[in-house]
């Protein structure tokens, strides 16, 4: 959220004068970033999003809802994204401007150590040197998701990495019918079967990531590796869940929590299905969708 999203839309939208005010404080983690483009009723399909921003003057007015937004409630700068007469675009809020609230979203059983709020703007009223002036239409905001998409394809694995290990140090030291788990044909079946993705996953990460060094890693791409790596890491997940058996559901370990965390993950920054369709409008030249 931090780097891939807020100070990034600010680094690569954004005038010298916001990177300045903003990026130094943001690296040090001394401003706090989030970004607002998800909506109630808009999360798959952002061009339907009901936020404007009007222009009054030489001023811009903001207003609209949106929703499920990690670091809302105590962010010192919100990335907002609204239709404007001219398309979409982007705008750098204080969170202390007069009409910006939150609400933080409660009764979570996934992502519970992040904060995720909803942002509320209400008659928002910001100078034009708070609009992104490098930002054009939805690009914007889809250009800030696909870093924080190429994150995701690490950071997956390394929750797919701690279930495994964590079912594997298990298995050989759980005993039942008088010998470690592990030495049970099932058991080395899923274990085997879990390092096999593991391991192809984090070799695809590593072959997008040498791609976006030499700047030819495309988006579909991304979602190839995102749609990939969530999927097998939370099969990954259920499976080291399994070898625990009841003790894979306490927080005695951490396999139940990367799992619920995960099940969230294979919602946010696009869906599965979203990822899906784009890789199949990739191959075949046939958009599933409009």
């Known amino acids: 959220m931090q780097g891939s999203l807020a100070m990034f839309a600010i680094h690569r939208f954004g005038s010298e004068e916001q990177k300045n005010e903003w990026l130094p404080a943001m690296a040090r983690g001394e401003k706090i ?53 001219d398309g979409i675009a982007g705008f750098v809020v204080p ?22 709020s909803e942002l509320i703007l209400d008659n928002v009223r910001l100078p034009d040197s708070a609009r992104l002036p490098g930002a054009r239409g939805l690009g914007g905001p889809l250009a800030c998701l696909n870093e924080a998409r190429f994150g995701i394809i690490w950071g997956v694995m390394g929750a797919a990495r701690s279930c495994y290990a964590t079912a594997l140090e298990y298995a050989k030291t759980r005993v039942q019918f008088d010998r470690p788990i592990a030495g049970f044909q099932l058991t080395q079946e ?8 593991l391991q192809k996953g984090t070799l695809l990460a590593l072959h997008l990531g040498r791609m976006k060094d030499e700047g030819r890693l495309h988006p ?13 890491a939370l099969a990954i997940a259920r499976d080291a869940r399994s070898v625990l058996g009841a003790n894979g559901v306490t927080l005695e ?38």
């Open 253 to 290: 370990y951490p396999v139940i929590r990367h799992m619920n965390n995960l099940e969230s993950v294979l919602t946010y920054e696009g869906t599965s299905e979203i990822h899906l369709l784009v890789i199949g409008q990739a191959i075949t030249g046939l958009a599933a969708f409009s």
């Open 33 to 85: 970033g989030c970004f607002g483009l998800t909506e109630p009723d808009f999360g798959s399909n952002p061009a339907g999003m009901r936020t404007t921003a009007r222009r009054d003057g030489a001023d811009w007015v903001i207003d609209g809802t949106k929703m499920w937004i990690t670091n809302g409630s105590f962010a010192d700068v919100a990335i907002v994204w609204a239709n404007t007469d």
């Open 95 to 116: 969170t202390t401007t007069k009409g910006f609230s939150t609400n933080v979203i409660h009764r979570k059983l996934s992502l519970r150590a992040s904060v995720t």
């Open 220 to 232: 579909t791409q991304v979602s190839f590796g995102k749609l990939n790596n969530v999927r097998e």
């Open 190 to 197: 899923k274990l085997v079967n879990m390092l096999l993705e």
